[in-house]
């Protein structure tokens, strides 16, 4: 796999202003960043032919870009190199796993074309017979992305505070009332199904409850954990957070 050396992005570079921001890395391993403010405000053609030359003077050496447009997106890429170097060392995001889904069904669908080709002809037709499994594979694989980013944005969701941190999980309309089983969890009361171990990972639920105990101390909780938490304080409280999500 490789990925651009060199990226231009248009976009704010500061407060109310827009321009250019130039990313990447010289093969003497310096990290760029560089901004421009915009070259044509009324030429948007002209504006990326400023852009990209001013690129190539930074970088050096004039680069032959790639123009990506991505979620509605503009950016222009240049240069290759095997490994990103900014990306090696930190945490895969949830974006990081779920882009692996998009190459695993492109090369699922790369497979089933070669095998229907494969299929098309008397001569070539029995060499095909592996890729269908194969293909199917894939489906696997990306089914275990999925469940991999869905649990790690849980993970990041906790961590960040935005999301109910209790250490164990909860059915979310009947509290502690989960069985967990081979990786799976599953709702004594209600029957509902969650496929990962809901109750051995902290909760996740959105914030609604404050829990305070005897002695001050206090914490947010989901509506679940807060009402768990109502019957076995003792001296505590559990106030609803109001609609703002506000905390006091
Ligand atoms: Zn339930
Ligand atoms: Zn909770």
């Not at 760029?32 to 030429?43: G, S």
């Not at 209790?166 to 004594?188: D, F, M, Q, Y």
Request: charged content about 30%; hydrophobic content about 35%.
């Amino acid at each position: 796999m490789s990925f651009p050396r060199f990226k231009l992005v248009p976009g704010p570079i500061d407060v109310d202003v827009f321009g250019w921001e130039l990313t990447g890395d010289r093969a003497t391993g310096e990290h760029i960043v560089e901004c421009h403010e915009t070259f044509h405000p009324h030429d948007d053609n002209a504006d990326i032919e400023a852009a990209l030359t001013w690129a190539d003077g930074i970088i050096g050496t004039k680069q032959v870009w790639t123009h990506v447009r991505e979620h509605g997106f503009d950016r222009w890429e240049a240069g290759a190199r095997d490994e990103e170097p900014a990306a090696a060392d930190r945490e895969p995001t949830p974006a990081d796993v779920r882009a692996l889904i998009a190459d695993a069904t492109a090369l699922q669908e790369r497979i089933r074309d070669i095998e229907r080709r494969l299929r098309g002809s008397e001569e070539t037709r029995h060499t095909a017979f592996r890729l269908d499994d194969a293909a199917g594979r894939l489906t696997d694989v990306s089914q275990a992305l999925e469940e991999t980013a869905g649990e790690l944005a849980r993970v990041r969701a906790v961590r960040d505070g935005s999301v109910c941190a209790v250490p164990w999980g909860v059915c979310p309309e009947h509290g502690n009332t989960l069985v967990s089983s081979g990786g799976r969890a599953r709702c004594k009361t209600c029957g509902r199904t969650w496929n990962y171990d809901r109750l051995g990972v902290p909760c996740g639920e959105p914030l609604t409850h404050k829990v305070t105990d005897a002695a001050g101390g206090s914490f947010l909780a989901c509506k679940a954990h807060a009402m768990d938490a109502s019957e076995r304080l003792v001296g505590g409280t559990v106030t609803p957070l109001d609609k703002d999500g506000r905390r006091d």
